[in-house]
């Protein structure tokens, strides 16, 4: 089956500039996650969507962070205005939401955001 | 809320060498632990995972995992690594069937010809 997908891999951008990454995840699975993976960190997670719905936004920065999945499908995540300290890969992963499978999730090869 | 610890931020080893990754939790409920693997400009690949019954959990590439709750420890084994080894791996835990999904800073593992 085809893996999750993520565009653009590398982005460079002038802090204050707006960015957006998209996100496909594995067809039929209901559950997508954002993360942010500073440097030399673990993947801290931003966002987690049930279908379309938000189930856990508690760690993403509102006023300058957002996302959407419209039709429950792909994904869109924004920064705007970015800031130095966003320089990091964001990754997407997705799940199939079931008990017995303990929600692995399976990750997408990130994108690479650089801010100047 | 849940946390996860990983005591060692790089192991070096020998190729062939025995190595051990250290792991451990904290959480108020029962959880599902993970282990992750990044190779080098690539995405996270699951390794293995505990969900609940036998405490000794085998995975991919010849890794293993012992789940201790006692301990809060969930320690990852190779007993010969290869230089195809070489990757960072993420302790993760998560509770009520998945939700809180929290990674650990991870461990640089190096094998060394």
């Known amino acids: 089956e085809a893996g999750v997908a993520q565009s653009p891999r590398y982005k460079i951008i002038e802090k204050r500039q707006s960015v957006a990454f998209w996100c496909n995840p594995i067809s039929g699975h209901a559950t997508l996650y954002w993360y942010q993976q500073i440097l030399g960190q673990g993947p801290k997670l931003l966002i987690q969507?049930?279908?379309?719905?938000?189930?856990?936004d508690s760690q993403l920065p509102k006023d300058r962070f957002s996302a959407e999945r419209l039709k429950g499908v792909d994904s869109t995540l924004k920064i705007q205005p970015a800031k130095l300290e966003d320089s990091a890969v964001y990754l997407c992963?997705?799940?199939?939401?079931?008990?017995?499978?303990?929600?692995?999730?399976?990750f997408g090869p990130g994108t690479r955001l650089t801010v100047l | 809320a849940q946390s996860v610890t990983q005591l060692d931020s790089q192991v070096p080893v020998f190729e062939e060498a025995p190595v051990e990754l250290r792991c451990n939790y904290s959480?108020?409920?029962?959880?599902?632990l993970f282990w992750y693997v990044q190779y080098p400009n690539q995405g996270l690949q699951l390794l293995l995972k505990?969900?609940?019954?036998?405490?000794l959990v085998k995975g991919i590439n010849g890794f293993e995992a012992e789940f201790n709750k006692s301990q809060t420890s969930f320690h990852l084994r190779k007993p010969s690594v290869h230089i195809s080894d070489t990757a960072e791996y993420f302790c993760?835990?998560?509770?009520?069937?998945?939700?809180?999904?929290?990674f650990g800073p991870g461990t640089r593992l190096s094998v060394l010809p």
């Open positions: 959480s108020s409920v029962s959880v599902y």
């Open positions: 993760a835990v998560s509770e009520n069937y998945g939700q809180n999904f929290v």
């Open positions: 992963a997705s799940s199939f939401r079931g008990s017995s499978r303990g929600n692995e999730q399976f």
């Open positions: 505990y969900l609940s019954g036998s405490t």
């Open positions: 969507f049930q279908n379309n719905g938000v189930v856990d």
